[in-house]
């Protein structure tokens, strides 16, 4: 296939996808690690302008915004981590946030060290978070969490704990719930695959740390894997999940 740019500078995006109109919805990061980065989240309009959906957080900067999902109201929610310099770092903490359908900013998780990876599952009940911190002793796990009615999250538990190796990332889902982590390093470097009740189901070993997966192709069996210097595919049975589906309309 041929690559091409679509945007240069990017302002230093990250996790992204598209939401249920199309529009590419961007984390876009910041720090001396991420140089020109936006420190924000942003919408790319299908007329070609770009709106600044999240910049602050009660009259505060984010850290620097890292990955995002969408619930079936059209609701976006996004991790806030900062890896590397913390010099100028504004909140009181590492947290996820909620960005509602008016545009203003709730937080919504801020139990966790570093959040990093996120997702909700289909039926709107369970969200995916992973909490990478790179230092000595970090949480290096993957979480999942209740949601209620009103997008309200309470822990439920540990799905898998990495210790001392190296953390997850980013992260899919097929249509069975099976859920597409890539996390690891050296030989340990891939994509874990875990059952909707949390059990380790195999393992995709890639020749480089992976960073984040998706599904693509016309019937959505290609998993295609962005790592550190490559872009790798694969072809699996089980067809994955649509990372924006449909709106559900509320009574």
């Known amino acids: 296939g041929k690559t091409v740019v679509w945007k240069q500078p990017s302002q230093t995006a990250n996790g992204m996808n598209f939401d249920h109109l199309g529009r590419l919805v961007t984390c876009c990061a910041c720090g001396a690690t991420y140089p020109g980065g936006a420190r924000s989240v942003l919408r790319y309009e299908l007329d070609g302008t770009v709106t600044n959906l999240a910049s602050h957080y009660r009259g505060r900067r984010l850290n620097s915004p890292n990955d995002l999902c969408f619930d079936k109201q059209g609701r976006i929610y996004f991790t806030d981590p900062r ?13 996820v ?25 289909e039926d ?25 009615g009103t997008g309200n999250c309470a822990r439920q538990t540990v799905v898998h704990d990495f210790g001392a190796g ?20 050296g030989e340990a470097a891939g994509v874990y695959v875990f059952g909707s009740e949390g059990q ?10 992976a960073g984040n997966c998706t599904f693509g192709g016309s019937d959505l069996r290609t998993l295609y894997i962005a790592a550190s210097s490559s872009l790798y595919r694969i072809r699996l049975a089980i067809p994955g999940l649509l990372a924006y589906p449909p709106l559900v309309q509320q009574a």
């Open 97 to 121: 946030y909620r960005i509602e359908l008016d545009g203003s900013l709730t937080r919504v998780i801020d139990d966790m060290e570093t959040p990093n990876g996120i997702l909700i599952t």
């Open 124 to 148: 709107n009940r369970r969200l995916y978070l992973v909490d990478h911190n790179p230092d000595a002793g970090g949480a290096r796990t993957l979480l999942a969490y209740n949601i209620d």
């Open 200 to 209: 380790r189901l195999g393992f995709i070993q890639t020749p480089e740390i």
């Open 166 to 185: 190296y953390g997850g990332d980013g992260m899919v889902l097929d249509v069975k719930g099976n859920l597409y982590l890539t996390a690891g390093d």
């Open 83 to 95: 890896y590397g310099d913390r010099a100028d770092v504004e909140q009181d903490c590492m947290a």
